[in-house]
């Protein structure tokens, strides 16, 4: 079993940033690509952002391009989202998932995932 513990959620105003924060253990992080997601109340789970296995690549949702960056170290066994200019329509509770090998955008795909933290916007 992988294990996920989120971190680094908040209330901020509009404008603001975030870094939010998944910490991996029980496997090689290494062999894993990770993903974020977001879920906001009565709404669909939504793909925000994922990086491979070793870096190299990445790819962001279409809501969040120009303001999220995702980034991880894989020494430290963590994944790292990094929100900015960030818009009330940015609040929901983030999720960090994890695969073997590729990334992908659905949420099905993901074998692991973490409890969650939530972001809050303030206009």
């Known amino acids: 079993q992988l294990q996920l513990v989120e971190s680094g959620g908040g209330l901020v105003q509009a404008g603001g940033s975030l870094r939010l924060s998944c910490a991996a253990s029980?496997?090689?992080?290494?062999?894993?690509?990770m993903a974020w997601f977001r879920q906001a109340p009565g709404k669909e789970r939504e793909f925000v952002a994922a990086?491979?296995?070793?870096?190299?690549?990445?790819r962001l949702g279409y809501s969040v391009k120009g303001r999220f960056t995702i980034s991880r170290d894989n020494a430290e066994n963590t994944v790292y989202l990094q929100l900015n200019s960030l818009k009330p329509e940015d609040t929901a509770v983030y999720y960090c998932?994890?695969?073997?090998?590729?990334?992908?955008?659905?949420?099905?795909?993901?074998?692991?995932w973490g409890q969650g933290t939530q972001v809050t916007v303030s206009s």
């Open positions: 029980g496997r090689t992080f290494a062999n894993y690509a």
């Open positions: 990086i491979s296995w070793s870096g190299s690549s990445t």
């Open positions: 998932a994890a695969r073997l090998r590729y990334y992908s955008d659905y949420a099905a795909h993901y074998d692991y």
